[in-house]
C-alpha cells in the first residue's frame, strides 16, 4: 500500500488551453492512478516567441475555468512567482521543496520528448521526477530506445512487466498511449483571428472568456459573459 501521494506536473504555454490537453492529461492521471495533476502554465518560455502568447494572466485564467469542476486537476502560478525565463528543472525543484515526501510525475508530449536534450540542464529532470511520454497508439518503446540511452543515459533499461525504462539511480520514463486529438493551439489562435468557430476545441468557458477579452484577434467583444 502506497503512502506518498503521486502528482502529475503539466507544463506548457497553455495559449490556449484546449480539450486535447485535457484528455491527455485525464488519461495519464487514470492510467498512473495520480492523486493530483499541477497545470504550470510556463511564464517565459526558452523555446518560444514570446510575441505569440497573451498575457500569463489570461492564460492562467483560462486554464482555471478548464480546470474548476475536476476533482484532481488544478493551475499554479509557480513560474510566474519564480521569475524570469521558465525552465522545467527549476519548477520541479520548487515543487520537490513544496511536497518533499510526494512522487513526482512529469507529462510531456512524444514529439517534445524528443528534443529534450535542447532543455536547460536537461539531464537533471530525470533526477527530479518521472518523465510520462503521451504517445499516440500505436507507439512503441523501442521508439525512444535509442533516444534515451544515446541522450540520456545508457543505463535505462525497459522493464517490460511495468511497461517502463527503469534506471539504478534515476526516476523512471513511462510511455503511456494517449487518445490522440488532432488540436493545435496555433490553429485555434488562427481560427479565432478569422473569426471562425473554435467550439469543441476548447472547453466553452474558454471559448466565452477569449471572445470577451478579444483574444488572438477576435472581433467584437461579447456581452453577458462573466466568470462564474
Not at 499541477?38 to 483560462?62: A, G
Request: hydrophobic share 40%; aromatic share 12%; proline share 4%.
Amino acid at each position: 500500500m502506497r503512502t506518498s501521494r503521486r502528482i502529475g506536473v503539466f507544463g506548457g504555454s497553455f495559449n490556449p488551453v484546449h480539450l486535447g490537453h485535457l484528455r491527455a492529461a485525464e488519461e495519464v492521471c487514470e492510467e498512473l492512478e495520480l492523486d493530483q495533476v499541477i497545470f504550470v502554465p510556463t511564464f517565459i518560455p526558452p523555446h518560444k516567441d514570446v510575441s505569440l502568447l497573451v498575457d500569463f494572466e489570461h492564460r492562467y485564467q483560462m486554464l482555471s475555468l478548464a480546470l474548476k469542476d475536476h476533482p484532481k486537476f488544478t493551475v499554479s502560478d509557480l513560474e510566474m512567482r519564480l521569475g524570469g525565463v521558465s525552465y522545467t528543472v527549476r519548477t520541479l525543484a520548487a515543487l520537490r521543496g513544496k511536497h518533499e515526501s510526494s512522487e513526482f510525475f512529469f507529462l510531456v508530449g512524444s514529439d517534445a520528448f524528443l528534443e529534450i536534450d535542447s532543455w536547460w540542464h536537461y539531464r537533471e529532470l530525470f533526477q527530479l521526477a518521472s518523465m510520462v511520454i503521451m504517445t499516440r497508439p500505436g507507439t512503441s518503446h523501442g521508439d525512444f530506445k535509442e533516444f534515451i540511452h544515446e541522450r540520456i543515459d545508457s543505463d535505462y533499461r525497459w522493464v517490460n512487466l511495468r511497461r517502463q525504462f527503469e534506471h539504478p539511480l534515476f526516476y523512471s520514463i513511462i510511455p503511456v498511449s494517449v487518445t490522440l486529438m488532432d488540436i493545435s493551439a496555433s490553429r485555434i489562435r488562427k481560427l479565432v483571428a478569422m473569426d471562425r468557430s473554435i467550439r469543441f476545441l476548447v472547453p466553452e468557458t474558454v471559448r466565452e472568456y477569449i471572445i470577451y477579452y478579444r483574444l488572438y484577434g477576435s472581433g467584437e467583444r461579447s456581452q453577458g459573459w462573466e466568470q462564474k
